[in-house]
């Protein structure tokens, strides 16, 4: 296999277009970065920040969809805090999707340096796809998808925002875990899908602002006009893949996912027993 170079601006394009078609999908964008990044002609790993920036491109794609349901849920919220207003609904939804949050902000910091090392080997990649995508499909045929979101509990917050620190680990998938943890509390497909976008945004702005100010001026893989033009990229084709994500959902469920990831594991051990790519 060649020496890595830098990734040139064909490549962040490229990259961009993998981070906006699979970010939303129960499938594992870092988890797609991770692999492409060695088959490409640089040879690259991209590397954890340009994951963690190109991801705040498809967080403005879910804004940009969801953006009445954020406006107003938002307004509940800030209407109990400031405004001394009963907690409906939207305002404990608010207060959910914060709670959520605090796992994978605070196992992000503890675990920051294995985040960014030991945990990107594509052996541990190639295994959480295919255990999780076993998992994702024992859920979908065997849960009872009845519950609706404005039936969660407290607990049930606290078990999304922990099923989806998981992510952490490239292969597991942040949507992909909090998917998982909704249908086997009960939740419909539905409901699993769109709190795994809502419960995404802090999580997600949090760690690409917090990439993007830890490597400002500092040389990376991928220099800072590509990863921006890779963000741009990846906001646009993550709209589209809200709209038909959903849709898939509401009708096939999710094995086709499930079935992808199983064989997309057992191809990257593939490439690695072979040397084609290095773990």
């Excluded at 407290?154 to 952490?168: E, H, K, V």
Aim: aromatic content about 10%.
């Amino acid at each position: 296999m060649m020496g890595a170079s830098p990734v040139g601006w064909l490549e962040a394009i490229l990259l961009g277009l993998i981070q906006g078609l699979t970010e939303f999908l129960p499938i594992s964008s870092s988890a797609h970065l991770r692999i492409l990044g060695p088959l490409l002609p640089s040879g690259t790993d991209p590397g954890a920040a340009f994951t963690a920036i190109t991801q705040i491109g498809t967080e403005l794609a879910v804004m940009v969809y969801f953006r009445h349901d954020i406006v107003r849920i938002a307004r509940a919220w800030l209407g109990t805090v400031f405004g001394g207003a009963p907690l409906c609904g939207d305002a404990r939804l608010g207060w959910l999707v914060i709670l959520g949050s605090l796992p994978i902000g605070l196992l992000g910091l503890v675990f920051q340096d294995a985040i960014e090392t030991h945990l990107r080997n594509l052996y541990l990649t190639a295994a959480m796809l295919i255990f999780f995508g076993v998992l994702l499909g024992v859920a979908d045929r065997y849960s009872v998808r009845a519950r609706s979101l404005d039936q969660m509990t407290w607990r049930d917050g606290i078990l999304f925002g922990f099923a989806q620190a998981m992510a952490l680990i490239p292969g597991v998938s942040r949507s992909g875990g909090t998917i998982t943890a909704g249908l086997l509390m009960g939740y419909t497909r539905e409901a699993a899908a769109r709190y795994s976008f809502l419960l995404a945004i802090p999580a997600v702005f949090a760690s690409g602002l917090y990439q993007l100010y830890k490597s400002w001026g500092v040389p990376g893989p991928v220099d800072p006009g590509a990863t921006a033009l890779a963000t741009v990229v990846a906001f646009l084709v993550g709209y589209g893949v809200i709209v038909v994500f959903l849709r898939i959902v509401s009708k096939r469920g999710y094995w086709p996912f499930v079935i992808y990831r199983i064989v997309l594991g057992l191809v990257v051990i593939a490439l690695l027993q072979m040397g084609i790519v290095a773990a």
